[in-house]
């Protein structure tokens, strides 16, 4: 048995006064003011593994997957969508999207309540002309891309009926009218990616030849790739209801910069060759948006200094982090006024007050250095040894209040 969003909609409660202080503390790292206590993000994402897959399966597609907090016994009682059943229905999108907001809502912290459009890595490829394919239980991927001469064709007067921008719209439609007595449970923007990952989705590997041999037809195919994310961005923004500046990102709170890119292929590139075919474009998207931040998988120590170099970029997000000593890394982050949005995994066997201790010490006292979000090592969704979300609060305010 399926639940209806009625059914959804009746086991939502929102404290809207625990989201308020937990507004105000995200927006005091945003702006180097010194919070009450450093912000915490816990929240559960229930999910239902499948069998002989690695990997979080029957997920409501949200931004990240939250650990350590209320468990949502009543998911186990209902029948789930797959991701494929998501992709085509909104309505189905939906009510697992919204899986995500009980569990968030149950639970002590700081994270916001925040659902996104998830038509996967290609949404903007998509207005391109790609083609969009995936299995039952896997994420939209890339296909039949358009020759490289037609891609600088877009239509960019029409990129709202282009691609997945209509089914987009839709979703954001749907969902701010069913949520329409819930203020504080926000939609947030589609996976726009960034420049240089759109670019890579469109020409793959002959990317980086033509960046290197065909630098004319590079820069302007990254040209159309960053006007084509200005503008969906823009428009989005402005379906969504929220201002150009600000917003949230599932648990996140946005105060000064109002969008991210996602710089996962860049990781490929030099330091040098990223500040001349990467970063300038990168730039470009966030300026018009007072800023925002940065988020890229993989180990990125090496494009770090331009991260903390340029400055419309006040954060950085780092997919894998069990690549990163935080200890080495934090320190960094506050020499460059800026801070990270995410922290150290928590280790195998790793008591939970050794794991918060060890992110305490990593910060040095400099409070505005991060936005913590536990995670743990591993791919799979097994939620491990947590307390209860009250008990992880109190030792981590005993640990981290102003």
Request: charged content about 25%.
């Amino acid at each position: 048995m399926y639940p209806t969003l009625n059914q959804m909609l009746d086991l939502l409660s929102v404290d809207a006064d625990r989201l308020a202080a937990a507004r105000q503390r995200q927006a005091a790292v945003w702006y180097r003011q010194k919070p009450d206590r450093v912000p915490i993000l816990l929240g559960r994402s229930e999910s239902r593994q499948v069998a002989d897959r690695v990997g979080p399966q029957h997920l409501r597609l949200c931004e990240h997957q939250l650990r350590g907090g209320s468990p949502v016994p009543e998911y186990h009682n209902f029948d789930h969508y797959t991701l494929r059943e998501q992709f085509h229905d909104p309505v189905s999108m939906l009510i697992e999207s919204l899986w995500d907001m009980i569990g968030w809502a149950r639970t002590p912290g700081d994270a916001m309540l925040s659902l996104r459009p998830n038509y996967g890595v290609g949404t903007v490829a998509s207005v391109f002309g790609c083609g969009i394919d995936l299995g039952e239980h896997d994420m939209p991927w890339v296909t039949d891309r358009p020759d490289r001469e037609k891609l600088l064709e877009v239509d960019l007067d029409n990129l709202e009926r282009l691609g997945l921008i209509p089914r987009v719209i839709e979703f954001i439609q749907l969902t701010r009218e069913t949520l329409c007595d819930f203020p504080d449970v926000h939609v947030f923007m589609p996976d726009l990616q960034g420049p240089m990952n759109t670019a890579f989705l469109l020409r793959q590997q002959e990317i980086f030849i033509e960046m290197l041999a065909d630098a004319e037809y590079y820069h302007q195919l990254m040209a159309v790739v960053t006007e084509v994310f200005l503008r969906l961005t823009r428009r989005l923004k402005k379906e969504i209801g929220e201002p150009l500046d600000s917003g949230c990102h599932g648990a996140l709170y946005m105060a000064r910069g109002g969008v991210r890119v996602v710089d996962d292929v860049s990781i490929m590139l030099s330091p040098q060759q990223y500040r001349e075919f990467s970063l300038p474009y990168v730039r470009q998207c966030l300026a018009p948006f007072g800023g925002g931040w940065v988020h890229s998988c993989g180990n990125i120590l090496h494009q770090l200094d331009a991260y903390l170099e340029t400055p419309e970029i006040h954060c950085v997000n780092f997919g894998e982090p069990e690549y990163y000593d935080f200890s080495e890394l934090l320190p960094r982050f506050a020499a460059a006024g800026k801070f990270c949005y995410g922290g150290p995994v928590r280790e195998p066997d790793e008591s939970l007050p050794d794991y918060l201790r060890r992110t305490a010490d990593a910060m040095q006292g400099h409070l505005t250095t991060l936005i913590f979000m536990p995670r743990v090592r591993g791919q799979d969704m097994r939620e491990g040894d947590w307390p209860a979300p009250q008990e992880t609060l109190r030792l981590w305010e005993k640990m981290v209040s102003g």
